[in-house]
């Protein structure tokens, strides 16, 4: 056991709230948790050495209010943490009919009710820093959407990180049968925090959740979180994840396909800098028959920085006629830059069509040619085609506010990169 | 403007180009025809400097330059235009993105102001309505999902936008109906300034009911087997391209 976990355990030994007895549960857990070490498959390409000796305080309260990043057109309903702290007032804010969000701190009884059908009903307890946030995250929402409910305003979640502060918190959301939303889970904050942030979703039936998860912290930081969907009858999941690299950003995004008929479309962009480090760790299950799941992870990936992607699509016997992609594109930008890949399909039906694929990407010389015939310089068509490589992905986003507004920071990130 | 003398070309050692003579003046347009395998594709592929395509004699002269000399962009920025027979999807690049690199390297090599913002929009919208392609397709990939017209319209709607002095068109009509390719002939038309040349490849006499040329050259094995001006095309028309083997045979 590393120091930190020691201190975690310690702290959270003293946590007493209406979760108890789950956290309880998950402090037995992390008790007989050993620290992962390379030798650990899940954390094999991501070390912890920077995490297991580091002492970080928590903040007692928002001390300055950082200002959620702005994002021109979204008109979102926004929820601000800070360094794991409120800042919004959630009674103040002017909801629609039929949206809940309610602070899990000091949820009502028939609130914790209903959050509780969805805390640890969807993510696995598999994850070592899912269990860490089980057991600290006082802090979080619970976000519901009333059946039939259709919401045209984003809700986004603004996860607001300073140095020197470690915070825990959590999403919770239920989507009732034939509900509509887009959620953002955005996080955001440069220096070396330590955070933990893990969402849970519940589709109900027939239900469309468009989901976006930005894990865009500084090089300093050590993000580790995870996006968990349960998919209900006919339900539709559309997710976009992007990460910029930091000292470690780790994120597990699962999927259960626990009713018949949904779909899932998982895109996920990283884009690496200097010695920035991203993982992203997905499982995919098909429990039941009939189920798609498209996945297209890319990234690209400069000088000495490393990208981790490990990708399963689990079909079980009974999930006969599943259709499961998974794709794993990656343009190295330099000599230095590594990444380790390993998208699985594991199959036990026997009437199913997948596909899975990895590729370290080389631009087309015909594309090259193509740009370079209307008189674009050779160096400037590689940029272009380079970026166009994620740029594809973002220009698949549903929200256009927010392709409107990623796709200039990506770039200009890219451009530093290619200078260097 | 266009002076092609002697031309040889080779793709992987096999020579498809064997001693091709051209001229070509400001304002002219000049068809070459021939039958499939002539080298008819490989002459734009050749003259916009594709790499597979290797010039292996010979000289052209473009505009008092040695365009063998320069690289592929140097040679679209000097004023030359090849409107591709397949041009490619590149998803991640938006058509926009795409004209407006292009067209600014265009500006800049002309030593021209470049264009506001709101100037290009407006020229590029106005380019898209003229060969009847939706201002949406703007924003969308480069050719990304485009019919196989839309595509041809396309290449079209650059060579509007960017101006060249001289024009190549690959077969800009196959695979087009009757009303596609009036709007590429008009489009093509529309550009015809009495000191743009156009260089109009095709196999059929189709296209050219509705481009008018000064000059039919047919293209066989490689070399001009005979030229003439607008009723060589009707000829061709009438008896198809077997004629070229007996002219062969008694060329032989």
Redesign the interface.
């Known amino acids: 056991m590393s120091q930190w976990l020691a201190n975690v355990i310690d702290r959270a030994s003293s946590v007493n709230d209406w979760l108890s007895p789950v956290r309880q549960e998950a402090l037995t857990r992390l008790k007989s948790t050993s620290w992962p070490t390379r030798r650990t498959e899940e954390w094999r390409y991501t070390s912890l050495h920077a995490l297991a000796n580091l002492t970080l305080n928590e903040a007692t309260n928002s001390k300055a209010l950082a200002e959620a990043p702005v994002v021109s057109n979204l008109n979102s309903i926004d929820i601000v943490f800070v360094d794991g702290v409120p800042a919004t007032d959630l009674t103040a804010l002017n909801l629609p009919a039929g949206l809940t969000i309610h602070s899990l701190a000091n949820a009502s009884e028939a609130i914790q009710q209903q959050a509780s059908k969805v805390f640890n009903q969807v993510k696995p307890d598999a994850h070592l820093f899912g269990l860490v946030n089980d057991a600290l995250a006082l802090q979080g929402v619970f976000i519901n959407v009333a059946a039939g409910v259709q919401l045209e305003q984003p809700i986004r979640v603004v996860n607001l990180v300073s140095a020197g502060i470690e915070s825990h918190n959590r999403v919770l959301v239920n989507l009732g049968a034939n509900a509509q939303a887009t959620i953002i889970e955005h996080g955001a904050g440069q220096g070396n925090s330590m955070n933990t942030a893990f969402a849970e979703y519940v589709i109900g039936t027939e239900a469309k959740l468009e989901h976006y998860r930005f894990a865009l912290h500084g090089e300093e930081a050590i993000h580790i979180g995870g996006c968990h969907f349960k998919m209900g009858e006919s339900s539709r999941l559309n997710s976009t994840i992007v990460g910029y690299g930091s000292q470690i950003s780790r994120i597990d995004t699962d999927v259960v396909h626990a009713a018949e008929h949904a779909l899932a479309k998982m895109n996920c962009i990283y884009l690496l800098g200097p010695k920035e480090h991203f993982d992203l760790h997905s499982l995919i299950e098909h429990v039941v028959p009939n189920g798609t799941t498209e996945q297209n992870a890319r990234g690209i990936v400069g000088d000495k920085a490393r990208a981790v992607f490990s990708g399963r699509i689990l079909i079980h016997r009974d999930a006969q006629k599943t259709l499961a992609e998974l794709h794993n594109r990656n343009l190295l930008m330099s000599r230095g830059a590594q990444i380790s890949t390993t998208p699985a399909l594991e199959i036990y039906a026997d009437d199913v069509q997948c596909a899975h694929g990895a590729t370290i990407a080389e631009i087309?010389?015909?594309?090259l040619?193509?740009?370079?015939?209307?008189?674009?310089?050779?160096k400037?068509?590689l940029i272009?085609?380079n970026?166009?490589?994620?740029?594809?992905l973002v220009?698949q986003m549903p929200n256009k506010a927010l392709a409107a507004w990623l796709e200039p920071l990506l770039r200009e990130r890219f451009a530093t990169m290619e200078s260097e | 403007m266009l002076s092609i003398k002697n031309l040889h070309a080779s793709i992987e050692g096999k020579e498809i180009l064997k001693g091709l003579n051209l001229n070509v003046k400001p304002g002219e347009v000049h068809a070459i025809m021939g039958p499939n395998g002539a080298g008819k594709s490989t002459l734009g592929y050749v003259l916009?400097?594709?790499?597979e395509y290797e010039a292996t004699s010979g000289k052209v002269e473009f505009e008092q330059r040695d365009l063998l000399e320069l690289?592929?962009?140097e040679r679209?920025?000097a004023g030359l235009f090849?409107a591709?027979q397949y041009?490619?999807e590149?998803?991640?690049?938006?058509n926009m993105?795409?004209l407006k690199?292009?067209v600014s390297?265009?500006r800049k090599?002309r030593g021209q102001e470049q264009l506001t913002a709101a100037e290009f929009l407006k020229a590029a919208r106005a380019a898209c309505e003229q060969v009847n392609l939706p201002v949406e397709f703007l924003r969308r990939?480069?050719n990304e999902g485009f019919s196989g017209g839309e595509k041809k319209r396309n290449e079209i709607m650059?060579m509007i936008m960017?101006e060249p002095t001289l024009c190549i068109l690959d077969e800009s009509d196959s695979g087009l109906d009757i009303d596609a390719l009036k709007v590429v002939a008009d489009g093509v038309n529309s550009q015809r300034d009495g000191k743009r040349s156009f260089i109009v490849i095709t196999h059929y006499q189709r296209l050219l009911d509705f481009i008018q040329p000064d000059f039919v050259h047919i293209l066989a094995d490689g070399k001009i087997a005979k030229s003439g001006g607008p009723e060589l095309a009707k000829e061709v028309e009438a008896s198809g391209y077997a004629w070229l083997e007996n002219h062969e045979e008694a060329n032989a």
């Open positions: 087309a010389e015909e594309d040619y193509y740009l370079q015939a209307r008189g674009i310089s050779r400037q068509a272009m085609l970026f166009g490589f994620i740029q594809e220009s | 916009s400097g594709r790499e690289e592929v962009d679209a920025r090849l591709f041009p490619v590149i998803p991640g690049v938006s993105e795409f690199e292009s390297a265009a090599e990939g480069v650059q960017l």
